[in-house]
């Protein structure tokens, strides 16, 4: 914490239009650097500096500069909305606004914004000079409200204007949590200690256990801001994830997830792979976490992605890394240089990498709808196909999938029908008889033993009268 100190003076300075002007003269080193911050988030101003005036009793006076951050070239685009999300990302409060969903949902529609600045969803949400940043680039923030909230109520069948107003509520209350954490003169650092000590600091200086995970994740936002690439933000996050507590586990996974959802953090820890089929094998075992700890070309920690993938859940990061394969399947790349039925091998074999023992597939039917796509293209007679809801209750899909399966008797088929009713069954809710009905019929269906019996277990079970 900084305090005042008599002979001491701090001023902050901007640079517009390639002059140096004096902003300000305050008192402690954390309103100078505060009111950099602020500074900076206007693109107008090319650089900011911080100067520490020291002043002796006999009239003596020496400067030290202690911030400067200046901006790349200019002239750069402008920023505009990426992909919709494939999810509603439903928030109802402002701890679902920084949750998962709604982090996907950001990494999705804001990924120029997130790989411009070379930051992740969670430093987004914790860190306000990104706040300001995002909020100076016309309307792209308006913009990214507007389109989910067109998502959620065309997914929901509610007011757009209603949702528009809450998630626009969302963002204001979390952007304002992050401006008066910057100007807090308490607030918990990381410095070079580990993650686990951080946990503990906050611990004894928050009371609100429910606060905890927003200073923990303001710290961490804070101490990667300097580090302004996407790759020495992973080695830096790999080496927290070493020997870190399990309660802080979700954390590592979280801020993994955000790096992986830049494409090019994605090809450079795959390393050096000989074409795209190859790439997409590697990316299948990383995310299932069969991948062996050495990679030719890959980054220098990725032994620790490697075995996080293969020991620990992960759940955030396999969920991107399917994402990005299930993305990239569904275009017209070529898997290889190599002729259509050696591509066509290839394929096959990256779509067993992807079923488990039961035959059901990760990435569930956005990743059926991708090979069934890739499947056309090759032609493949009996191969995976998607399928065409004519109704959005889970149990009713169930039912039509039931029907569908007596017809599809390729393996590939009712590998994509196992996987959309994977999907479906997590959905479902109702009553305990209709439940059990519904369980009796899939075991009764022609589907492979294995893969009906991992579906039925997934039914839900009667709840007690």
Known sequence: MSTARPGRRYEVMAQRDGRWVLDCHVVTEVDALARAEELYADESIAAVRVVRGHFSRDGGSFETQILERKRGPTGQAPLRLAAAPDEEAWCDTLVDFYGPASRRAMGRLLRNFLDRYQITPTELLHNHRWYKQLDNQDSLLPGAIQR???IQSDMRKVDRRVRTDAIEKFANEASGKARDALASRATPKLGTGTLAALADSVGQSVKEPAEHPFWIRYAVARALEDTNAFATKFETVMAWAVDVPPALMPLIDELTAGLMGAVSMVKDTLGNQPHLGAAFVALADLAAGRHEPTLAGAPPSFPTLAKLMSQSAMPETRSVLYERLQRELATDKPLSRDDSMTQRRQFESLIDKLTDDSGILAGG???????????RRFDIVGGMEDVRFTATDAKAQIEQLLTLEKTKLGTRQQQGIGTYMHD????LDGEGAELAALRTK??????PDPMKKALAQRVPAATPG
């Open 148 to 150: 989910m909230a067109a």
């Open 365 to 375: 039917p956005l990743m059926v709808a991708a090979i069934a796509k890739r499947s």
């Open 424 to 427: 479906a069954i997590n959905r």
């Open 442 to 447: 899939i075991l009764a269906s022609s589907l």
